[in-house]
């Protein structure tokens, strides 16, 4: 990689990347750089950025394109960077690169009404495209990871999950279409606004998860689904982990697929409405499901609640709470979202498991032995109806503690002994490249590489993450 | 490729298997290859099969990586058999070759109720499968590509598809895990009982439509579904094509998802119900939808059939019917399933383009045009919901017609001219290999190949299936 030409000749790049984008659209000046080095990963974690970079904002695919050409010919690496949200430092520059920012790609290019779908240009946020689902009224997109300020480009370069997967699934569900710039700089459709294809490899697959190392998304074909017209919040309260994990199947199997299944330590709840300046409504047992229903009718969405509830009281639920109003659901809602909040400030770091769903109690106990064996304040929400957990490892006081990263790779093994996975939702990115060999043979690491090369053959899209 | 080791010296290449499988497991005698050497691909359209080759029956992924190992290393041919129920010759060996067959691979290995899922070896049957379901009377495994003697890992390779797609989507989409023998011997496990997962490139999803080029397709897991409570047949008659796709898509805005939407070309049914010694139960039109609804009360399997009829209604519809008791839709559902029977012996070719559903209407008058214009008498039905058309195009007496190569060439430009695949889940196979760059640019090609080769170096298996 000719990192040196970035480094020891910024001058130079600047003026090859001006003549292809304008002036105004280039700059190595560390001020203006400051919003283009970081993502969301956790600070305690997050590996240095590398300041000697050239931003670059390009308006087009074809501006794209002699971007790439550029770099591709000098060797020069491109860290595609979309809204930022990201939490395993996928965007972090950690060597001299070009750094090529996709804001300027941010139209809603097709709402397409009659084959349920919409294009965006890839820059767009899921903001953007939810303001024109609303615009719309009748249609509806179901991923939402969290952060309304991620581009579509980015969720689908990081097959986004969140916690409406129970019903509607991932990103890759729902990605019909993508144009996408090589590293060499051929611009190229894959898929269409098609429900069926099976001509040749499913490239459109291996694009959605590559996070930025395949190619540059610049366009993105979502399907969308009729918008649901009755929704409920219920809130059950066990007091065992165990009792709120095997009720979830058996609510699958009767045929419930709420559009959410949402698993609580309690403490991280009241922590959570406390900062809120309000109070969680359940008081007795010390772990919280809460299931999003929607459904077709009000009866339907009566007659599962009440089918919801009966069977967790079958598991040994202590409570029920229902939001029947929006108010109440809100309410809910908002606490769910401030998770996070009351720990950002000591969190060293927020695994992503996934396990086969049955095997959640049983990662649970392994959990609470590590906490123990490890004196460290994990605790627990997530995914349930996914078995996808996020443990949240404390930092001590600010910093990582001396032990994370053996408690970490513990809690790694862990999954994978259930067949789980190191990363359900959130990626690989550079913080957990070096665990690849823990969850996939050499033979698998192998075809990994030189699938990297057969879109990349110099490595220079998004270097660090995933394989080189 | 070394096929003249196995055309001059079979009695080696027998002896070497032997070694592997046993004795019993491994002919060369033409008497007893028979049933190896052809699948379904319309007769008229398959290439010949080559008569020199060895058919072993290996009994588990160890025998078949012992095989594998040895035909990497002498550089064979191995062409991967299934159930046989391909169209697109993917399993006719056109070179000398080794036929693996996964005839012995053909166990339930685990029903997993509490993940909803289900884990069998890849030469099980879907048939298996189905009765395995039928015992368990709870849960449903969504696809049917009709013929249920598919063998499970076939349907993997296939990615199949169906008419329960609108629904319930391909095997794409129920498919969790696979263990997979690679071209030099590996025996890697892909995904897992997971619902999420984003560690590394998704292997998996590559394997999914790979036609036996990538690896050698051993166990599969797949995800059920809470079996539905009530469903119904309706059958809704138009005087035009257009008509009746206009109707579709109005009916998946209003949040009706049936969990079929078939469309027929009324001489087909007509001439179906004749060879079954029955009548087609639709008078009044020409062409006539048929859709499946399964819901989860009869309250809304009412209230969503009548929405249905009345769009349809809105749309030109000249007459409806719905199928009420099982007798009458299983009389329906018989004749649909004899669509093909009437046109058996003088069929060319049945084409499996997808197009955007709401260009269908469009891509029908271009059918029409061609039709005439060829002096071929077409008939078409198709997954109307997915937009999938399966076009028939006739042969001259037995033969394929003059201009047959034309022909086919023009309806795969058409559908592509609307955005659309040359298949939607028949597959490429051989018989559509060469129209790759119809589809594909050469950047797009070259990466096909490029992954074939990081699967598989020596291009063993499989060979002149999508890419070489």
């Not at 074909?221 to 982990?241: E, I």
Request: charged residues 25%; proline residues 4%.
């Amino acid at each position: 990689m000719n990192t040196d030409l970035i480094k020891n000749s910024p001058e130079k790049v600047v003026e090859s990347l001006r003549k292809v984008v304008g002036d105004d659209w280039v700059t190595n000046d560390l001020s203006q750089m400051q919003g283009y080095l970081y993502d969301e990963t956790e600070t305690l974690l997050r590996p240095e950025a590398c300041k000697d970079c050239v931003v670059v904002k390009p308006a087009s695919p074809e501006e794209i394109s002699e971007v790439l050409k550029y770099a591709n010919k000098e060797v020069l690496p491109v860290i595609v960077r979309g809204g930022g949200t990201g939490v395993v430092a996928g965007a972090i520059p950690t060597q001299p690169s070009i750094i090529l920012s996709l804001e300027r790609l941010n139209k809603v290019v097709e709402f397409d009404e009659k084959n349920l779908m919409i294009t965006l240009e890839s820059g767009a946020t899921l903001s953007q495209l939810l303001e024109e689902l609303n615009k719309n009224g009748k249609l509806f997109f179901p991923v939402h990871p969290g952060d309304e300020g991620a581009q579509v480009g980015g969720m689908v370069a990081a097959n986004a999950g969140g916690t409406r997967a129970v019903k509607h699934g991932i990103m890759r569900n729902h990605v019909k279409a993508l144009e996408v710039v090589l590293a060499t700089g051929e611009i190229i459709t894959l898929g269409g606004k098609l429900l069926k294809n099976n001509m040749g490899y499913d490239l459109l697959q291996l694009m959605i998860g590559s996070e930025g190392t395949l190619g540059i998304i610049t366009k993105v074909t979502l399907r969308l689904y009729a918008r649901s017209k009755c929704n409920g919040t219920l809130l059950v309260s066990f007091n065992s982990q165990r009792d709120a994990c095997d009720a979830v199947p058996e609510i699958l199997q009767e045929g419930i697929t709420p559009l959410a299944i949402e698993y609580m330590d309690r403490v991280i709840s009241e922590k959570a409405a406390e900062q809120l300046g309000t109070t969680w409504p359940a008081a007795k047992g010390s772990v919280d499901l809460m299931f999003i229903l929607d459904e077709c009718s009000e009866d339907d969405l009566y007659s599962n609640s009440e089918k919801v509830v009966e069977i967790c009281e079958k598991h040994g639920s202590v409570d029920s709470i229902v939001a029947e109003t929006e108010k109440d659901q809100r309410h809910l809602l908002q606490i769910r979202s401030n998770a996070y909040g009351p720990y950002k400030d000591n969190i060293a770091d927020i695994m992503d498991v996934a396990v086969p769903p049955s095997s959640v109690p049983d990662f649970f106990d392994d959990v609470k032995r590590l906490t123990k064996e490890y004196g460290n304040e994990i605790v627990s929400l997530g995914h349930i109806g996914d078995g996808n957990i996020h443990n949240f490892i404390m930092g001590d006081n600010g910093k990582l503690p001396a032990n994370y990263e053996q408690l970490k790779e513990e809690i790694y093994k862990t999954a994978i002994k259930y067949g789980g996975t190191i990363t359900a939702e959130h990626g690989t990115g550079k913080t957990r490249k070096k665990h690849m060999p823990l969850q996939f043979s050499q033979a698998e690491i192998n075809i990994m590489e030189n699938i990297k090369r057969a879109f990349d053959p110099n490595s220079i899209l998004s270097p660090g993450n995933i394989v080189d």
